[in-house]
């Protein structure tokens, strides 16, 4: 792994571009940063835990609570009938109650809270409450949804062209299926929410969460009362990856109906057990196909299902399905095309978004489908993806999406060509052969995948941010803005983006916790937007004080304001330099504003949510990765030899922090396709629910060799310091160790005469290796 040489830099340099050191690093390393589990306990406060059910699906008589009560330190229960407001939380769907009513609709269902004295009192007492529920059949599979189009939300279908003619017009065709499994988040610091009940019907709640806002209105929904009664605070998450959109708000909702009926503070932080039992995942997804190509492998017609697992309720289901079907084409041209989206309804955790939000889901199906065409024409597969590749050229009619937006800015055909030679891929192909020829245990493989990701929102009306920014009369500046820090670096990146506006040091400037109090209505820090939103966001409300600044100085110099300058801590005219801190104390004293918001709405976007067409995305990110793999075809482990990567962050902001995220995306999206399985038994009951059983990748698993190269090429779309996201579209690069996994199997398989297309289910595990390899 590789990383930007300096760390430190002078404000003469400027901070944006430049990387800076993680606004919490030292911190983090020293232990000083404390996150919601560390923060000193307010004197009364008390503990819950989570009743769950046990079973699927069932009818839900009533609760036995006499064990529980009898316990030392229980000081009682909350049920849905504790509940002052609407049962159903405020989620888009309105169809998840807050605690199970008549019915329990998986394993896992919180049912009520048992409050005690301490933590763990409350965890053995919620074990020995005995829901009565008279068990219903329940459906656990999407094949069994399907066939009883059992749905949280109607089918989508998305058309171009005509499929069925491209399909019969194709000299050449192929069907198949395939079948990606879903993902846990995993983030170190678990969900947590602790909630103190404050004067008039106020309440204060501390949440872990990537979305102040919604947890803000579900707690105000939940307790009957208005949004500006509650405040949500959040100064970091100790990793969120979705998993902290809409699941951090149910702790929330719980823990402040228990601080109602309890009249005193409560937390609740769940264990890691029952953080999987109870939590959404990563959409599982299944699909079938139809595609025809030609010899050089250009798709002619495409019909394509796709089915996700969506678990119990809508959450955010809709929007996911819908990013799949926008990135179903990923980097590729399909002229004739048929997509069809079920949004699966199952007796299972209700699944939510997480890096990539549906992304990885479209992309991994596109990129099977030509893996298969290469190896049914017996062509590279990485001459067959550029064969497919969007044209370059904007006005070509081959640089319009499936859901009509043009692909303007187009990069992918130079950073393929840099990335094939930086890599040696050919000269690396080459020898694999040689070495696969005569190594038949230790089979080896190679594969390119590009990414092409749209940035934004889907849902269009999250694409907007607000700010404060406060300059202080010692010349340090305050920064508030709606995202939250999850351990991504955005408050470093905004920090730096302030700093340069303002032309002051990074050290003068300080960006404080996420807080509804202060930017109201803020949109998630999620699809890869939290930069692009809040950094421009905070460098409008920067740029008014700036401007405040300009025309007063201008005032005592006699020039324009155009005329003056900031930069290095000082502020520049014709005439002169003054220190940026006098000159503060001085406005200051003359009655100047030195402070300001900022707010920032995404242009350019807009579509249509019924036929899915127009133009959802502000730009798109690209990237390419290419992944060596080994298998030992005895007992199908395998290993991950090396990475290299070219990646588009734009003009970066932060270099090192750039490159870490494409690290970890990477890494995270190498377990989703070869470790991290999730297993439901025929009870419905999560079997893979703890480290022990649930396996993420280790240091072991990441090799020698990754390199990270960014692409130098400005946005060419106006975003924030000409930089582009970098959170989500790294995790697809990992397909690239999937399709490398494939060509090891295909190359044990011609050992055995067995030529074509190779099926291997996704997660790439040990056992699907095998199976793969057999079939």
Known sequence: MNAPDTLLNTAAQGAVGQSHLHESARAQVLGQAPYLDDMPEVRGTLYAAPILSRVAHGTLHGVDTAAALAMPGVRGVVLAA????????????????????????????????????????????????????????????????????????????????????????????????????????????????????????????????????????????????????????????????????????????????????????????????????????????????????????????????????CGFSADLSGPVADRAIFHADNAYFLSDVSISSYRCKLHTQSHTAFRGFGGPQGVIVIETILGDIARTLGLDPLAVRQRNYYDADASSPRAVTHYQMTVEDNILHPMTKKLEQDARYQQRLEAISAWNAQNPVLQRGLAITPVKFGISFTATLFNQAGALVHVYTDGSVQVNHGGTEMGQGLNTKVAQVVADELGVPMSAVQVTASDTSKVPNASATAASSGTDLNGRAAQYAARKVRGNLAAFVAGLDGCGAGAVSFAGGQIHTPQGTRDFRAVVKEAYANRIQLWSDGFYRTPKIHYDKTTLTGRPFYYFAYGLACSEVAIDTLTGESKVLAIDVLYDAGRSINPAIDIGQVEGGFVQGMGWLTTEQLVWNEQGVLTTHAPSTYKIPATGDIPEHFQVQLYQEPNREDNVGGSKAVGEPPFMLAISVYEALRHAIASARERQGKRGVVQLQAPATAEHVLQALQR
């Open 82 to 309: 504790d509940i002052p407001g609407d049962p159903i939380l405020a989620a888009f769907g309105h169809d998840e109650p807050i605690f199970a009513l008549d019915q329990v609709l998986y394993v896992g269902q919180v049912i009520g809270l048992v409050v005690a004295d301490s933590v763990m009192a409350a965890r053995r007492a919620a074990r020995q409450v005995q829901p009565d529920i008279s068990p219903l059949p329940a459906i656990l599979t999407v094949q069994q949804a399907l066939e009883a189009e059992h749905y949280v939300l109607p089918p989508v279908h998305v058309t171009r062209g005509d499929a069925d003619a491209g399909l019969a017009r194709a000299p050449h065709r192929l069907q198949g299926t395939l079948e990606v499994g879903g993902q846990e988040h995993f983030y170190l610091e678990g969900q947590i929410a602790y909630v103190l009940p404050m004067e008039q019907n106020q309440w204060w709640v501390y949440s872990s969460t990537q979305h102040p806002g919604e947890v803000q209105e579900w707690v105000a929904h939940a307790l009957g009362i208005g949004n500006h009664a509650v405040t949500v605070q959040c100064r970091r998450m100790g990793g969120g990856f979705g998993g902290k959109e809409t699941q951090a708000g149910h702790l929330a909702v719980w823990s402040a109906l228990a601080a109602r009926k309890f009249g005193c503070p409560i937390k609740l932080r769940l264990d890691r057990d029952d953080d999987f039992m109870i939590t959404g995942k990563r959409h599982p997804f299944a699909y079938n196909w139809d595609v025809g190509f030609d010899d050089t492998g250009l798709i002619t017609g495409l019909k394509l299902q796709m089915a996700a697992n």
